[in-house]
């Protein structure tokens, strides 16, 4: 199996039962014993001010979850300053 993680990868081994709510972007892996819904973010000041948006990965264990550091989206707006740009003039 061929994985592309960006940034770094951090493992969990989830407990029977435990959750761990991430933003979706975060989630590279996790084993098929792990379950997982999408769940809205409750509350006012963590939908305007939390910085992960309305919605949020739930992962339920038992199970190993490899989570990434550096989702797509920000690595995109990491590298775009550095992309060449072409000028019509």
């Known amino acids: 199996m061929l994985l592309e993680i960006d940034g770094e990868a951090v493992e969990y081994n989830l407990a029977p039962g435990e959750i761990l709510k991430v ?3 975060h ?3 996790f084993e098929p014993t792990v379950s997982y819904d999408i769940v809205t973010v409750k509350g006012f ?5 939390g910085g992960e948006g309305l919605f949020l990965t739930e992962l339920r264990g038992p199970g190993k979850v490899i989570l990434q550091s550096l989702p797509i989206q920000n690595l995109a707006k990491e590298i775009i300053p550095y992309i060449p740009v072409k000028h019509n003039d």
Do not use: L, P
Not at 45 to 49: A, D, L, P, V
């Open 27 to 29: 989630v590279a892996a």
């Open 45 to 49: 000041k963590n939908i305007f001010f």
């Open 23 to 25: 933003d979706t972007g």
